[in-house]
């Protein structure tokens, strides 16, 4: 019998944001941040989750139905904010869920460490965003993070829809799904491309991670796909999940958190999706050997 998956939404910031929660509510609480694909997806993911946990995933502001928010000043942070107002909605605002990332993922991942760190039982990072990295020199991410965002964003107002349409299905051909945000609020799809591209290009000039948290807050479990770092797309982590970096970014984790652990997986940078019962798996084996 397929797990049942409920619908809900909530408004924040003047922002309508949906989510989905999947699993007994006896089960212990999980957050899923997802990177892409998003929404139904995703829920395969969700489905295989909730198999064990009490599973609440957003669809993060800008993506699948949820709107942009209005401004962006500190993506992190605002979206963790985001993850935070579910959670209360929810009655589960002190229930210390476990916080699950994948790529995009990563950002309110992190930005729920540094906002809640007193919250959160186990953060899990899958092929995700690490902004507490500083963010390599290579023209590759300069072009794709930097330069495709921007130009993006600055034509996301001005480009006819039926061309926008026909660019996004191009980008994200691999998922056969379509940024609804990008139709409806162009305006703030560009402020969140300009704010991410700022972000990654500040880091490369300096040499500095955009974030700092505190990763002794709560166990931590990093799973990467082998090959991540081989795909060449924007929508496949474009180079900023290396598994190169996550392993640098390991090191300095167990500097701090001894229970830390790394574990490769057979796969890229999209091997969640591709195999959810393989990926979970560590997940549960982790958990158990708190």
Same mark, same amino acid.
């Given at each position: 019998m397929a797990i049942e998956i409920y619908n809900h939404s909530t408004r924040f910031n003047g922002a309508l944001i949906y989510y989905v929660t999947a699993g007994e509510q006896i089960k212990y609480p999980l957050v899923f941040l997802h990177g892409a694909p998003w929404g139904?997806?995703?829920?395969?993911?969700?489905?295989?989750?909730?198999?064990?946990?009490?599973?609440?995933?957003?669809?993060?502001?800008?993506?699948?139905?949820?709107?942009?928010?209005?401004?962006?000043?500190?993506?992190?942070?605002?979206?963790?904010?985001?993850?935070?107002? !579910? *959670?209360?909605?929810?009655?589960?605002?002190?229930?210390?869920?476990? +916080? $699950? %990332?994948?790529?995009? &993922?990563?950002?309110?991942?992190?930005?729920?460490?540094?906002?809640?760190?007193?919250n959160i039982r186990c953060l899990v990072l899958t092929d995700a965003v690490m902004p507490t990295m500083p963010i390599p020199r290579t023209w590759r991410i300069l072009f794709q993070q930097v330069i495709l965002s921007t130009i993006g964003g600055t034509l996301a107002p001005l480009v006819p829809r039926f061309i926008k349409r026909w660019i996004v299905k191009k980008v994200w051909h691999r998922y056969n799904i379509?940024?609804?945000?990008?139709?409806?609020?162009?305006?703030?799809?560009?402020?969140?491309?300009?704010?991410?591209?700022?972000?990654?290009?500040?880091?490369?000039?300096?040499?500095?991670?955009?974030?700092?948290?505190?990763?002794?807050?709560?166990? !931590? *479990?990093?799973l990467w796909g082998e090959r991540d770092g081989e795909e060449h +797309? $924007? %929508?496949?982590?474009? &180079?900023?999940?290396?598994?190169?970096?996550?392993?640098?970014?390991?090191?300095?984790?167990?500097?701090?958190?001894?229970?830390?652990?790394?574990?490769?997986?057979?796969?890229?940078?999209?091997?969640?999706?591709?195999?959810?019962p393989y990926v979970i798996g560590e997940i549960i084996q982790f958990m158990n050997s708190r």
């Open positions: 139904e997806k995703s829920w395969d993911v969700v489905r295989e989750l909730a198999k064990h946990f009490y599973v609440i995933a957003p669809e993060q502001p800008a993506f699948g139905r949820s709107d942009p928010l209005p401004t962006y000043t500190n993506l992190p942070e605002q979206y963790a904010d985001v993850v935070h107002y !579910i *959670l209360r909605e929810e009655k589960l605002d002190e229930a210390k869920p476990i +916080i $699950v %990332a994948q790529s995009f &993922g990563g950002n309110a991942a992190h930005g729920y460490l540094k906002k809640y760190p007193k379509v940024w609804d945000a990008l139709e409806t609020y162009p305006k703030r799809i560009r402020s969140l491309a300009y704010n991410t591209a700022a972000r990654i290009y500040r880091s490369q000039r300096t040499g500095k991670p955009y974030m700092e948290v505190d990763y002794s807050a709560c166990p !931590i *479990l990093m +797309i $924007v %929508a496949e982590g474009g &180079g900023i999940t290396h598994i190169k970096i996550a392993q640098k970014l390991f090191e300095e984790i167990r500097r701090v958190n001894h229970t830390a652990k790394f574990v490769t997986l057979h796969g890229g940078h999209t091997i969640l999706y591709d195999n959810p």
